[in-house]
């Protein structure tokens, strides 16, 4: 195979269409992201997609420093501010806070077809948290693990009823108050409340519609696309209107089935704060077993919360999945004053 040859002056003149061009597509895909959201189909598909935007970042910064090409270099300066905007928390090191953790949750698919019950109990004993948010839990499942966990976590709701599993809550805490939260689609979610600390505090578990674009044919995902987008924002405006009544902190566990820019997260994220994104690479807290860094490229189960006494310390995915499709999540917090 012969390669064309490409004089230097060649070179440069495609490295900067290339250049300007990349510019100018990112740009575009902000004003997008910004403006009509998850409003078509297409963008539904690009904003869980952003991530790999960003990999001709580095060959064209590459590229323009060794051609020294420095003029179009600050070109590329609005691409990588908006990656440190995005991204930041996942990729560069933080500082560990000058605090310790004292309180853990832990949220987690645990599949509704999955029986095996004692590896889904171990994986919530193994991790010790305080407050358990788990999805897709048949009655039966709930049941099994109400009896394996009732010496750890005495309380525990489960949420109305669903073919595919629903949400429940476990804590070591006392309910003040717990019920089913209907979210106008699919599964109901959970809510509880509880005294930690001496303050009142939300616990919330959902589990927000799936897109499933697997089954149906392919000339009818764009309409299904456009569907669910709709019915996952309207969960999302369910939730929040629900925590907008409460007057405490909250925490939400959610198979939320969509990355950190999407629509439905970013309205979730106006109200609340994604604990794993805070939490970023932060070194304390980093002390639980078979676990390993949550990197939010791929994320769809998150603990978000509301509440200035809670501060994220670390942020873990468990090896173990207990028999699930998902890796359970778990987020420890330093709150109060400690």
């Given at each position: 195979?012969?390669?064309?040859?490409?004089?230097?002056?060649t070179?440069?003149?495609?490295?900067?269409?290339?250049?300007?061009?990349?510019?100018?597509?990112?740009?575009?895909?902000?004003?997008?992201?910004?403006?009509?959201?998850?409003?078509?189909?297409?963008?539904?598909?690009?904003?869980?997609?952003?991530?790999y935007l960003?990999?001709?970042?580095?060959?064209?910064?590459?590229?323009?420093?060794?051609?020294?090409?420095?003029?179009?270099?600050?070109?590329?300066?609005?691409?990588?501010?908006?990656?440190?905007?995005?991204?930041?928390?996942?990729?560069?090191?933080?500082?560990?806070?000058?605090?310790?953790?004292?309180?853990?949750?832990?949220?987690?698919?645990?599949?509704?077809?999955?029986?095996?019950?004692?590896?889904?109990?171990?994986?919530?004993?193994?991790?010790?948290?305080?407050?358990?948010?788990?999805?897709?839990?048949?009655?039966?499942?709930?049941?099994?693990?109400?009896?394996?966990?009732?010496?750890d976590?005495?309380?525990?709701?489960l949420?109305?009823?669903?073919?595919?599993?629903?949400?429940?809550?476990?804590?070591?805490h006392?309910f003040?108050?717990?019920?089913?939260?209907?979210?106008?689609?699919?599964?109901?979610?959970?809510?509880?409340?509880v005294?930690?600390?001496?303050?009142?505090?939300?616990?919330?578990?959902?589990?927000?519609?799936?897109?499933?674009?697997?089954?149906?044919?392919?000339?009818?995902?764009?309409a299904?696309?456009?569907?669910?987008?709709?019915?996952?924002?309207r969960?999302?405006?369910?939730?929040?209107e629900?925590?907008?009544?409460?007057?405490?902190?909250?925490?939400?566990?959610?198979?939320?089935?969509s990355?950190?820019?999407?629509?439905?997260?970013?309205?979730?994220?106006?109200?609340?704060?994604?604990?794993?994104?805070?939490?970023?690479?932060?070194?304390?807290?980093w002390?639980?077993?078979?676990?390993?860094?949550?990197?939010?490229?791929?994320?769809?189960?998150?603990?978000?919360?509301?509440?200035?006494?809670?501060?994220?310390?670390?942020?873990?995915?468990?090896?173990?999945?207990?028999?699930?499709?998902?890796?359970?999540?778990?987020?420890?917090?330093?709150?109060g004053?400690?």
């Open positions: 195979m012969i390669i064309p040859y490409m004089n230097l002056d070179l440069k003149k495609a490295l900067s269409f290339g250049t300007r061009s990349y510019f100018l597509g990112i740009t575009v895909w902000l004003l997008l992201w910004l403006t009509i959201k998850d409003g078509w189909w297409p963008l539904v598909l690009v904003n869980r997609l952003v991530f960003f990999a001709p970042l580095p060959v064209l910064l590459l590229a323009n420093l060794a051609l020294r090409q420095w003029r179009l270099l600050g070109w590329l300066v609005f691409p990588a501010a908006l990656f440190g905007y995005l991204y930041a928390p996942y990729v560069i090191p933080t500082p560990a806070q000058a605090i310790e953790p004292n309180m853990s949750v832990l949220t987690y698919n645990v599949l509704y077809s999955n029986q095996d019950y004692n590896a889904a109990a171990s994986v919530i004993r193994t991790n010790n948290p305080d407050f358990v948010m788990l999805q897709e839990v048949r009655p039966e499942m709930f049941v099994e693990l109400e009896t394996r966990l009732a010496d976590y005495p309380y525990a709701q949420g109305g009823p669903h073919d595919y599993g629903t949400t429940a809550v476990f804590s070591r006392p003040v108050e717990s019920y089913s939260l209907d979210l106008e689609n699919d599964r109901p979610a959970t809510v509880a409340v005294e930690f600390g001496g303050e009142r505090l939300m616990l919330i578990s959902a589990h927000l519609n799936p897109y499933g674009l697997q089954y149906p044919p392919l000339l009818e995902r764009p299904i696309i456009n569907e669910r987008t709709r019915t996952q924002n969960q999302a405006e369910v939730i929040l629900t925590i907008a009544q409460f007057d405490g902190a909250v925490l939400l566990g959610c198979d939320c089935n990355v950190e820019t999407s629509e439905t997260m970013r309205m979730l994220s106006q109200e609340m704060t994604i604990g794993q994104r805070e939490a970023g690479l932060r070194g304390n807290g002390t639980v077993a078979d676990a390993e860094k949550d990197d939010g490229l791929r994320r769809i189960d998150y603990v978000l919360y509301r509440g200035d006494d809670l501060r994220p310390t670390g942020a873990y995915l468990l090896n173990g999945w207990g028999g699930s499709d998902h890796a359970p999540a778990s987020v420890r917090f330093a709150t004053a400690n």
